[in-house]
């Protein structure tokens, strides 16, 4: 099939319930997935088993042809599966069934078929199913929820609950020395083997930490170990593993090991045990098509502003934060509009000379100054036929603000040291994270100029759009790394409460920096310590809020029974339901003066 004619659809089940066809089209680079209604594909589910933001479909035209997409989990709490086996981030084929929670979203690339439903949304059928649903049990899906980790510290927890989800338990069944190296750290192991059993002898598969010592099991011993499970000894842990294989773990070194680090492999190997095979495709450099990732709001006010190419004035002012994205939002502006084909051009305002200012950005005449020795054009001309971005506006000097406004309004340019005019075809797109209402009071900045730009956008900071961390994080994973891949959870809630006061921009970096060492997953503890530290300070300082308004509502409680009551505290403390003596106590502890109300 051409990929041309070629159509994409996804067809959404709930349990066997068509319920929606989903076309998707050229337009549709980067679909998000889940619970948040504010995703391209919203999933209903009142047992929240699926993510806010679940899983996305990426449109992919470097795969080897043009019709190419593949799917990413986001780090979602329940998994995203194909078939029987979690997935990570994988090419999709025509039929592939995507399983998520108690939906399945079949991925077809072929005609629509005859039985599709029309006429209702996906929430309203989700509503008349949800009833059906509410008499049945709900369902745990994750063999993880139904086991109680106790008093493991914060790291071995995280450890066990990334097995299955982000994909260690498939590194083991792959490769063991990634697997063994997260472990081995946790448990201060110096030597391990991995190996199995057959026709009663031991072979070894991989080993680490020995170098002449032969290594030996009995058929009795390893016959103990898999009827039985771990077992712990003072300097060994033994763990059986599928298909009569084993794992042993040794100390040359005190301490001897505990019952927490039984306790911890026990978790361990019961998720090895329920482990499927995982799909394994696709982790080399994958290229999303679109640097514009998440704010959907926003990016369809940018596909509608894109496509004002007739219009007198379709130039267009972007505010916001420093590391926002303004520049990438003029870009997806450029690439969706039909000045497409011609160039972008990027002046950054703030590194122009104030005296060459006007040279630089409408050309100048040979001999217009000392030094010009040729004509040159400038940045308007450069762009012609394109598209000029004017990083920084607020910061053009204001002897050239006449002729911006000039250029703009008459669409035409005039070279320094000329009398000649020149027309130009440029649509002009700005972008400053300063203050222009305050530089148009100091005037430092022409309200004209302000007001020429009839389209504004403004950029969000990352602090107010959590919801697009989690996409971000995973879009510059797939970026920079052929590793990593795959951020824990944990690490993700860092990440999404986070204050980001250096915005997209920091995230990008913290990304970048955390790969560097070639790691397969990214635990909590990899991320920046000031992370870490910002959380657990924002944590205590919600629960001394919290606590202080449950003290203000007491307060404010018994001053109200006191008051009704005129002061008398026998029948106060009847009304609230306390003793007599626990009223006083209160009275005391919060300063009530009980005379104001006689």
């Given at each position: 099939?051409?990929?041309?004619?070629?159509?994409?659809?996804?067809?959404?089940y709930?349990?066997?319930?068509?319920?929606?066809?989903?076309?998707?089209?050229?337009?549709?680079?980067?679909?998000?997935?889940?619970?948040?209604?504010?995703?391209?594909?919203?999933?209903?589910?009142?047992?929240?088993?699926?993510?806010?933001?679940?899983?996305?479909?990426?449109?992919?035209?470097?795969?080897?042809?043009?019709?190419?997409?593949?799917?990413?989990?986001?780090?979602?709490?329940?998994?995203?599966?194909?078939?029987?086996?979690?997935?990570?981030?994988?090419?999709?084929?025509?039929?592939?069934?995507?399983?998520?929670?108690?939906?399945?979203?079949?991925?077809?690339?072929?005609?629509?078929?005859?039985?599709?439903?029309?006429?209702?949304?996906?929430?309203?059928?989700?509503?008349?199913?949800s009833?059906?649903?509410?008499?049945?049990?709900?369902?745990?899906?994750?063999?993880?929820?139904?086991?109680?980790?106790?008093?493991?510290?914060?790291?071995?927890?995280?450890?066990?609950?990334?097995?299955?989800?982000?994909?260690?338990?498939?590194?083991?069944?792959?490769?063991?020395?990634?697997?063994?190296?997260?472990?081995?750290?946790?448990?201060?192991?110096?030597?391990?083997?991995?190996?199995?059993?057959k026709?009663?002898?031991?072979?070894?598969?991989?080993?680490?930490g020995?170098?002449?010592?032969?290594?030996?099991?009995?058929?009795?011993?390893?016959?103990?170990?898999?009827?039985?499970?771990?077992?712990?000894?003072?300097?060994?842990?033994?763990?059986?593993?599928?298909?009569?294989?084993?794992?042993?773990?040794?100390?040359?070194?005190?301490?001897?090991?505990?019952?927490?680090?039984?306790?911890?492999?026990?978790?361990?190997?019961?998720?090895?045990?329920?482990?499927?095979?995982?799909?394994?495709?696709?982790?080399?450099?994958?290229?999303?098509?679109?640097?514009?990732?998440?704010?959907?709001?926003?990016?369809?006010?940018?596909?509608?502003l894109?496509?004002?190419?007739?219009?007198?004035?379709?130039?267009?002012?972007?505010?916001g934060?420093?590391?926002?994205?303004?520049?990438?939002?003029?870009?997806?502006?450029?690439?969706?509009?039909?000045k497409?084909h011609?160039?972008?051009?990027?002046?950054?305002?703030?590194?122009?000379?104030?005296?060459?200012?006007?040279?630089?950005?409408?050309?100048?005449?040979?001999?217009?100054?000392?030094?010009?020795?040729?004509?040159?054009?400038?940045?308007?001309?450069?762009?012609?036929?394109g598209?000029?971005?004017?990083?920084?506006?607020?910061?053009?000097?204001?002897?050239?603000?006449?002729?911006?406004?000039?250029?703009m309004?008459?669409?035409?340019?005039?070279?320094?040291?000329?009398?000649?005019?020149?027309?130009?075809?440029?649509?002009?797109?700005?972008?400053t994270?300063?203050?222009?209402?305050?530089?148009?009071?100091?005037?430092?900045?022409?309200?004209?100029?302000?007001?020429?730009?009839?389209?504004?956008?403004?950029?969000?900071?990352?602090?107010?759009?959590?919801?697009?961390?989690?996409?971000?994080?995973?879009?510059?994973?797939?970026?920079?790394?052929?590793?990593t891949?795959?951020?824990?959870?944990?690490?993700?809630?860092?990440?999404?409460?986070?204050?980001?006061?250096?915005?997209?921009?920091?995230?990008?970096?913290?990304?970048?920096?955390?790969?560097?060492?070639?790691?397969?997953?990214?635990?909590?503890?990899?991320?920046?310590?000031?992370?870490?530290?910002?959380?657990?300070?924002?944590?205590?300082?919600?629960?001394?809020?919290?606590?202080?308004?449950?003290?203000?509502?007491?307060?404010?409680?018994?001053?109200?029974?006191?008051?009704?009551?005129?002061?008398?505290?026998?029948?106060?403390?009847?009304?609230?339901?306390?003793p007599?003596?626990?009223?006083?106590?209160?009275?005391?502890?919060?300063?009530?003066?009980?005379?104001?109300?006689?």
């Open positions: 099939m051409d990929d041309h004619d070629c159509m994409t659809f996804l067809l959404i709930k349990g066997k319930q068509l319920i929606k066809d989903f076309k998707i089209t050229a337009d549709d680079k980067v679909l998000t997935i889940g619970l948040l209604r504010s995703n391209d594909i919203y999933l209903p589910d009142d047992k929240h088993f699926v993510s806010r933001i679940h899983a996305a479909i990426i449109r992919s035209d470097l795969l080897g042809k043009k019709n190419s997409y593949f799917i990413r989990d986001l780090g979602s709490t329940h998994g995203t599966k194909i078939g029987k086996t979690y997935i990570r981030k994988k090419i999709l084929h025509d039929g592939d069934k995507i399983d998520i929670c108690d939906y399945t979203l079949v991925f077809k690339q072929s005609t629509l078929p005859e039985y599709t439903c029309k006429g209702l949304s996906l929430d309203e059928i989700y509503g008349k199913l009833s059906e649903e509410k008499s049945k049990q709900a369902t745990i899906r994750r063999p993880e929820r139904q086991i109680h980790m106790g008093q493991l510290n914060q790291e071995k927890k995280e450890f066990v609950s990334n097995i299955t989800r982000s994909g260690l338990g498939a590194d083991f069944l792959e490769n063991p020395s990634v697997f063994m190296n997260h472990l081995t750290k946790l448990l201060r192991v110096e030597k391990y083997v991995v190996g199995y059993s026709d009663g002898r031991t072979y070894l598969t991989y080993q680490s020995f170098e002449r010592e032969s290594i030996y099991c009995s058929e009795e011993f390893l016959t103990i170990l898999w009827e039985k499970g771990p077992i712990k000894q003072e300097a060994a842990l033994w763990i059986p593993l599928p298909d009569n294989g084993f794992l042993a773990l040794f100390r040359s070194i005190p301490p001897a090991f505990e019952n927490e680090d039984l306790d911890f492999m026990c978790y361990v190997y019961s998720r090895l045990m329920t482990l499927g095979n995982q799909v394994n495709e696709l982790y080399e450099l994958t290229s999303w098509p679109s640097n514009m990732v998440g704010i959907p709001n926003l990016k369809k006010q940018c596909i509608k894109a496509q004002i190419e007739n219009m007198e004035n379709n130039d267009v002012l972007i505010m934060e420093t590391g926002t994205g303004k520049e990438v939002i003029a870009r997806f502006i450029h690439e969706n509009s039909g497409k011609g160039p972008f051009v990027t002046v950054n305002c703030s590194s122009l000379p104030r005296e060459l200012a006007y040279g630089e950005l409408f050309g100048y005449e040979k001999g217009a100054f000392t030094g010009a020795t040729t004509k040159k054009q400038g940045y308007f001309e450069i762009a012609d036929g598209t000029l971005f004017l990083d920084e506006i607020g910061d053009v000097p204001e002897n050239v603000q006449v002729a911006l406004l000039t250029a309004q008459q669409k035409e340019i005039l070279h320094l040291g000329s009398e000649k005019t020149t027309p130009i075809n440029v649509r002009i797109l700005a972008a994270d300063r203050d222009v209402e305050q530089k148009m009071q100091d005037d430092t900045f022409r309200r004209a100029l302000y007001e020429r730009f009839a389209h504004t956008i403004i950029v969000p900071p990352l602090r107010e759009r959590r919801e697009d961390i989690t996409l971000l994080a995973h879009y510059f994973l797939d970026k920079y790394s052929k590793n891949r795959a951020i824990s959870r944990e690490a993700l809630q860092y990440l999404r409460e986070y204050d980001w006061p250096g915005n997209v921009r920091e995230l990008q970096n913290i990304i970048k920096n955390t790969i560097l060492s070639g790691k397969e997953i990214i635990f909590s503890w990899d991320l920046p310590k000031k992370l870490i530290h910002f959380t657990r300070v924002q944590q205590v300082e919600d629960r001394i809020q919290k606590e202080t308004t449950l003290k203000d509502k007491q307060i404010a409680e018994i001053i109200k029974v006191l008051n009704e009551t005129r002061g008398n505290v026998t029948q106060a403390a009847r009304i609230l339901s306390v007599r003596s626990t009223l006083y106590h209160k009275v005391n502890v919060h300063k009530i003066d009980l005379s104001v109300f006689k």
